[in-house]
């Protein structure tokens, strides 16, 4: 597999993940609740660019 397709990968998995974190917000402590969209979205990005 090509680096490419991983990274497509990783970031198809990762969005699906930053949106069902909309729907299921109630997992995550309150502490960091407002920041989870954006934590993913970070963590997508690093691991895609970097």
């Known amino acids: 597999m ?3 397709v ?3 990968i990783i970031t198809v ?3 699906l ?3 069902l974190s909309r729907r299921f ?3 995550f402590p309150k502490s960091i ?3 989870v969209g954006d ?3 970070a963590m997508m990005v690093d691991k ?3």
């Open 6 to 8: 991983v990274y497509f």
């Open 13 to 15: 998995a990762v969005m």
């Open 48 to 50: 895609c660019y970097t």
């Open 17 to 19: 993940i930053g949106l």
């Open 39 to 41: 934590m993913f979205w």
């Open 25 to 27: 917000i109630f997992i």
């Open 33 to 35: 609740t407002p920041f």
């Open 2 to 4: 090509t680096r490419r």
